[in-house]
């Protein structure tokens, strides 16, 4: 048993989910909504245990550090927080067709950080300028924010998918929550998600002040998490003082989570001096 | 949600411009796309470079706008400063109201019996003891008031009222983050100095500036080293720092990333390092006919004698950045081999490859048989007197959003009407936010209250 075969192994429960929450509320099959469930749970013990195991390999190896410090890593991490959100949400709500949308998430960043053959899945040993607990810090509140706006994002997207105004209330729409239930979920996602998007901004602005003695230097990524947060930063401002709602809220997800995806991964392909200087 | 605590509007058109949300979303997203724009065009280039990708006219239009370095650009700033003059007007409206909110034990059951109950049923207990089972139950969770109305009595209750303070604090912060950042940037500085394996400095580079700038203090390297993992990635970059004043030690430390050494508001930060001349060299010559062998203790700048008066090998210089054929070999010796009876001949004698000077196929081979390894640490050195008030901000922004996404000003009021037989008990409610969870968490009070 290694974490890598933990991992691809809960690659696919996550993809089986999904599939069983779609065929859930497509198909209406109030049976298997357990299953469904079920298989979430069974994904989350995988995902975790898939990360310990990592932990303890990156210690066998005598370069022993928190399963949290590149792409690979993070991207896991980031499907299981997605995986336990959603997990709390339907709890708490008992709500089963969120997961339709909420379970192909976490599957395809596995996937992802798996299958591409850009992302190295070798552990390696830290960089010195890694070695800091703010780090995991960074890492651990920027994922928590962004696995909360991909929530925000996949429900938003079932807001406009199911909830145009005329179809409401036929078939399969009628297994959707209610618009105002869809609505103060987003909201809720999108509060929680600003509250970790600012720790992330912080931990890292103050883990870059302990490296380098500056805490904020306009580099791209920093510049595109603080563009992120100014983008749901509106959105608070316009669902609270402009009484802002459902479908254009919705939109706000979606365009805030296109900007926390190119944070993530869309600062690489930056021009940067050298890229024509040259 | 109560809409009656509006603060009224003013007539003053500047600053009813700067109390609108419409104004503070313009500026937000204002400041997201410039922001996003100056990811776009490279900061700080070269004006060549700037000319080669977007032409003459690009290249004058970046420059009038100060786009090469826009983040510190006056319209930039400007923008930022309206965001500030925003929220301070903002707060400063809406204060009172805030306040008023936060401190008065005004309880207004008919604000929210006015409305639709939010849980309703019929109990057989009789008013008597019903008001007082209510009253301590409800009393575990809120602040309550109990008031008797006809055929019954009324329990008002209300909690969180400081959580209407999260907003004024979260905007609060963001002044203080900037403020911060502008005392850093008037008070403090940001600069680098290069310290010799051995070496001490009094003054350092600044940044963005051709100054110096003197310490007050003498800082001395011991020491530089770096180790490396098993698979040769870097490990650790460690400078051993002595901190002088006059000629007194007042402190040591080993610094390494992540690790900086701190003394009177100023910061040591391992930032780079690079190699010196070695000082003790021992060469190699052998003779390729005869296969003797001599070898030399010696130093750059001196000349050494070859065997049996065949010539002279100057060593010239060290060369950090060695290129044979446009192939990088990095740090090498350079010197000059001046034979009887022959052209001098350039040799070079890289580090990484101490035989390098067979492929010459000259009568005599000169090798590195050792050399010492001599560093400079780089060090940033930075004093930002406003660091203390941006962590201010941070921790008291993180705690406002926490009170503003967890907690929330809640409004309870229970109706009880009794007649002969039963009461009816109807529960009113008003939250500020989290209206669903409210609406949870009534549900739950009305199911104990049934069982009580
Ligand atoms: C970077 C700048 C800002 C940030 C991060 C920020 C953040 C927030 C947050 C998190 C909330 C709570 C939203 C909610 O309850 O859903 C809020 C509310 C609010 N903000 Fe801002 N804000 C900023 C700038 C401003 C400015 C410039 C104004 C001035 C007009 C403003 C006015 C308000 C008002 C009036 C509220 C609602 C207060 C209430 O009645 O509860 N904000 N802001």
Redesign the interface.
Known sequence: MNSSFILSVTTFVYGAAGFIYLAVWIFNIKSMERLATGTVIIGICGNIAGLLFRWKESYDLGIGHAPLSNLYESLVFFALVIAVLYLVLEKKYNLKTIGAFALPMAFISMAYASLSPKIGEVIQPLLPALKSNWLIAHVITCFIGYAAFALAFGIGLMFLVTLSEKTYHQGLLSRVPEKKILDELMHKMVMFGFLFLTGGIISGAVWANSAWGRYWGWDPKETWSLITWFIYATLLHVRFMKGWRGKRIAVFTIIGFIAVLFTYFGVNYLPGLHSYGS | MQTNNKPKPSKNPLWLLFTS??F??TV??L??IT??A???I?????PE?YI??YGKFGFTLIQVLDLFNM?HSWWFRTLIGLLIINIIICTIHRWPTTWKLVVSTGFKPESLSRKKPMQEFTTKGTEGNLESLYTSFMKKQYQVKVDTIKDGFRIYGEKGRWSRLGVPIVHFSVVLILAG?LVGSFFGF?GYVNIPEGGSADRIQLRDSDRTKALGFEVVCKDFSISY???G?????RSALQLKEDGKIILEKDI?????LRYKGI?F???SYGSLPPENLELKIMSRDSKKIQKYKTKIGKTIELPGNAGQFLIKKFNRDFHFRNVELGQAIEGELFLTNAKPVNIALPFRFPTFDKMRKGQWVITIESHDNRYYTGL???R?PG?FL??LG?IL??TG??V??FSSHKKILVEVTSSSKNSQVKIFGATTR???DFGQQIEKLAGSMKQL
């Open positions: 949300v419409k503070t979303v937000l997203l400041l997201a922001s996003a100056g990811t776009i490279p900061q700080n280039g070269s470079n080669q990708a983040y950042a940001d993992y098993d698979s990635a870097v490990k650790e970059y390494i990333v992540n690790d900086p910061n930060f391992q930032s940033q050195v930075t930002d660091v941006v962590y941070f922004i993180l959003c926490w503003v996404f989290n209206k669903m």
